[in-house]
């Protein structure tokens, strides 16, 4: 019986330190085989990292707690617009479109989790806190992923009328 509707919102529990059901999507986006216990560990530990930057460094314009960074980071990258190829009469086009929440937020893990994954020689809670550091900041490969988004969007702005 496939097309059924599965109710994740409902189904998917806070994690178990912040109590926050943000957090436990991430980790089950960053998730591989079912190996929950190894994906917790590596954000948390990333967290962990986080909080230790910002007790040594306290930069003025960050949040004070690794929450925080983890949620202006995700501010920072979740698109609002995308471009989706339309045909029409014969060509092809690029339309600009809007996103709803939820398509937001799965572009904005999975633009994280491959600009963390991309970078190869540390371990991946060190590379995950660096990314998510650089998009609280409003810098790093996944904030570029959007910019690059939205460019292209505004580029393409004259054949919105076709987004029906």
Not at 90 to 118: C, D, H, K
Request: glycine share 6%; proline share 4%; net charge positive.
């Amino acid at each position: 019986m496939g097309g059924r509707i599965t109710h994740s919102e409902k189904q998917l529990q806070p994690d178990p330190r912040y109590q926050d059901t943000t957090v436990a999507k991430f980790i089950n986006c960053l998730m591989y085989d079912g190996k929950k216990a190894t994906a917790q560990k590596v954000v948390y530990a990333a967290f962990d990292a986080i909080q230790a930057k910002l007790d040594k460094e306290k930069p003025e314009s960050m949040p004070r707690t690794a929450i925080e960074v983890f949620q202006k980071a995700l501010e920072n990258v979740r698109p609002v617009v995308e471009v989706r190829s339309k045909r029409v009469g014969g060509a092809n086009y690029q339309v600009p479109m809007q996103l709803n929440r939820r398509r937001q937020q799965s572009l904005t893990f999975r633009w994280i989790l491959e600009a963390t994954r991309e970078e190869k020689g540390k371990p991946m809670h060190l590379k995950l806190a660096g990314e998510l550091f650089g998009a609280a900041k409003g810098e790093g490969k996944a904030v570029q992923t959007k910019e690059n988004t939205h460019r292209m969007a505004d580029a393409n702005k004259a054949f919105a009328h076709f987004a029906w």
